[in-house]
């Protein structure tokens, strides 16, 4: 089961509109979007303890070291949990209700869960710990978001 | 804490404005009339009070303490302070009034707080626009509202525990439903129709497996508490109600992360620590309690705090809200005013409002037989503030 992101990119740029528009990064997200742009998983870790740490802090919160290393973790994930959204929370979700979203456990980073729109339809039967596979997303902002898909085979 | 028996501060008045579905006046308005009958309530006037307390990421841009002051009433204030957010700042608010009054820094300290989510383009759900993080890498997944934050959990919880989905929706279907009993009792609730399983099962989905009834509804309105010396609440009109402890709790993940990268997801660690540091403060033990009012923003956030304040064991907790509990009447009522899921979505304030009701012994229909000692849970995103609340002797 494959498919795109379910949320186009006018609705992601509406989306991120919602937030402060000024608010800046503490940490640059750039390592993550250029990996999301080639679909694959690219996380900061840790230079004091070794530790990913997803999202990226000012300070590491296990050993208040400051810097980062970003690493390319491959592109394999698990479910770790979902929802489907019927209600629109926003208002340009209204046209694209029901989607699926989900947080995404890393299959090589596994203290780190990733959000993502599920390119699924919503009446996919999902599972959690199914094997899910990385792909470019939407482009946001100048950079890219990373979204996932169940892997080629459907675990029921 | 340490002061004399005079100086021990006490609530001594509650005040509520109306609750509703979309007010027709400025917020402003709301809590004000919240304030005054606060103050009606202790027996005093805006001249006694000394200190303001409040949270710190709703108010200051919704009624700055400022703003109140300006308002030309409290003219003898001499501290003005912000807590933590949301439902543990307001805890903390408490907690921090309390504090000075015991310190004899001041006599007489106000509470505030209110929302106006009810009016306020984009509800509730656009609060956390302002973390870049939530921006750029939740809402442009489209992953933005509490209602999709929980019903992950939800999710999970049940995964973890064993349940299948349709188990987990029986036990939140059982807090929705014996929490709107408890509505059923209260005049101030919004939701007061009685609610049957079938009503709650057939009701619409919001985000899966999440429907419109695990959900609280979005409301207006203000509530305050005025605290003063035990000295001078004795002079009060109502009963005075004592903090025998309160404790906090926090995760050291920031508003971005909390609802994604806990550790021990969906479970709250610093939900324990609250809890159990106000019960070591109190000196009590959960067996002691006679009710609990537990932030009930979703059916799920209160089954977590239920099993995360210690009332019952992790995973158990649809057992325990299967049993005789909740419901007024119950070995343990919980939320006796319908909670945030039926009363009003308050963040708690409600919930304190409430505990002293029942400790005057003044809840009306919801009253709980010889209430001594109430338990108070009030949750934000990544704090929690725990209350032990006892009738004064």
């Excluded at chain 2, 709650?200 to 899966?208: E, G, K, L």
């Amino acid at each position: 089961m494959t498919g795109s992101p379910p949320l186009p990119g006018e609705v992601v740029d509406a989306m991120r509109a919602l937030g402060s528009a000024t608010a800046l990064h503490l940490v640059p997200l750039g390592p993550h979007f250029d990996g999301a742009a080639r679909g694959r998983i690219v996380l900061p870790w840790c230079a004091g303890c070794g530790s990913a740490h997803w999202y990226p802090a000012l300070r590491c919160p296990r050993c208040c070291e400051s810097g980062w290393v970003w690493r390319d973790v491959g592109t394999e994930a698990q479910l770790d949990t979902w929802t489907v959204v019927h209600h629109a929370l926003a208002p340009a979700l209204r046209e694209h209700v029901p989607f699926t979203v989900g947080l995404l456990v890393p299959v090589n980073a596994p203290t780190v869960r990733i959000v993502s729109a599920l390119g699924v339809p919503a009446a996919a039967r999902l599972s959690i710990g199914q094997a899910m596979t990385a792909r470019p997303g939407p482009e946001v902002d100048g950079g890219r978001l990373l979204v996932f898909t169940a892997a080629a085979t459907d675990r029921r | 804490v340490g002061s004399s028996p005079a100086r021990t501060a006490c609530i001594a008045g509650v005040g509520e404005s109306a609750y509703l579905p979309r007010a027709e006046v400025p917020f402003v308005h709301l809590q004000l009339d919240a304030i005054d009958a606060a103050l009606d309530d202790a027996g005093l006037t805006p001249a006694d009070v000394q200190a303001i307390h409040t949270e710190s990421l709703v108010m200051p841009s919704l009624l700055s303490t400022d703003k109140l002051i300006a308002l030309g009433r409290f003219g003898n204030v001499r501290a003005a302070t912000y807590h933590s957010a949301y439902g543990a700042g307001i805890g903390q608010a408490v907690v921090a009034a309390a504090a000075a009054i015991e310190a004899g820094q001041v006599d007489t300290a106000l509470v505030y707080f209110g929302v106006d989510f009810g009016s306020r383009p984009g509800a509730v759900y656009a609060l956390h626009g302002v973390h870049p993080l939530k921006r750029d890498l939740e809402f442009t997944q489209g992953f933005v509202g509490q209602p999709a934050y929980f019903a992950m959990f939800a999710r999970r919880y049940a995964h973890r525990y064993g349940m299948s989905i349709d188990e987990l929706r029986g036990a939140l279907c059982e807090i929705a439903v014996r929490t709107r009993a408890n509505a059923t009792l209260n005049k101030k609730a919004l939701r007061t129709t009685v609610l049957t399983p079938r009503d709650y099962h057939r009701a619409r989905v919001i985000a899966d497996p999440l429907g419109l009834l695990d959900c609280s509804p979005i409301t207006d309105g203000a509530a305050a508490i005025v605290l003063t010396t035990a000295e001078r609440a004795a002079d009060s009109p109502h009963h005075p109600v004592e903090i025998l402890g309160a404790g906090y709790g926090q995760s050291l993940l920031d508003e971005s992360g909390v609802f994604t990268q806990n550790p021990d997801y969906p479970r709250l660690p610093f939900v324990r620590d609250s809890a159990d540091r106000a019960f070591a403060a109190a000196d009590l033990t959960r067996s002691d309690v006679d009710l609990a009012q537990i932030y009930d923003c979703f059916t799920i956030s209160m089954l977590l705090q239920l099993e995360d304040m210690g009332l019952c064991e992790p995973g158990e907790g649809p057992a325990f809200v299967a049993g005789d509990s909740i419901r007024v009447g119950s070995a343990l009522p919980v939320n006796t005013h319908g909670g945030l899921l039926s009363q009003a979505y308050l963040m708690g304030i409600n919930h304190l409002v409430e505990a002293v009701h029942q400790l005057r012994g003044v809840a009306g229909a919801a009253q709980v037989h010889d209430a001594e000692i109430a338990l108070v849970g009030l949750l934000s995103a990544r704090e929690h503030t725990t209350l032990l609340l006892g009738r004064e002797r």
